[in-house]
């Protein structure tokens, strides 16, 4: 059973940076996408981040240049460290595990694993 935990949350000026991590266990396939998700309140969620097995990478266009998701293996954590913060950015955040190899990681359809996310606040 695959177990995600969410850390690094808070709140923020406009401007500043955080770095969310995300506790894995019990992911058993060598092939998998790894992703960040976010969903502010009144609107769906959407895709921030995604990285697959290889460690390819890829962004959604409002956080190009901003974000930068990251995993480290030896300890079984995926990191999103969020530079520039916007008020806009303001959400829950999640991470999320899916079995396979996918073209991109950013779709929420592919994943079927979630954590239960942590709160970014950044203040204008």
């Known amino acids: 059973q695959v177990q995600l935990v969410e850390s690094g949350g808070g709140s923020v000026q406009a401007g500043g940076s955080l770095r969310l991590s995300c506790a894995a266990s019990?992911?058993?396939?060598?092939?998998?996408?790894m992703g960040w998700f976010r969903q502010a309140p009144g609107k769906q969620r959407e895709g921030v981040a995604g990285?697959?097995?290889?460690?390819?990478?890829s962004y959604a266009d409002s956080v190009k240049g901003r974000f930068t998701i990251s995993k480290d293996n030896a300890k079984n954590t995926l990191y999103l460290q969020m530079n520039s913060l916007k008020s806009e950015d303001t959400a829950m955040y999640y991470c999320?595990?899916?079995?396979?190899?996918?073209?991109?990681?950013?779709?929420?359809?592919?994943?079927?694993?979630w954590g239960q996310g942590t709160q970014v606040t950044v203040s204008s």
């Open positions: 019990g992911i058993t396939s060598s092939f998998y996408c």
């Open positions: 999320a595990v899916s079995y396979g190899r996918w073209r991109t990681c950013l779709p929420q359809g592919i994943y079927n694993y």
């Open positions: 990285i697959d097995s290889d460690g390819r990478t």
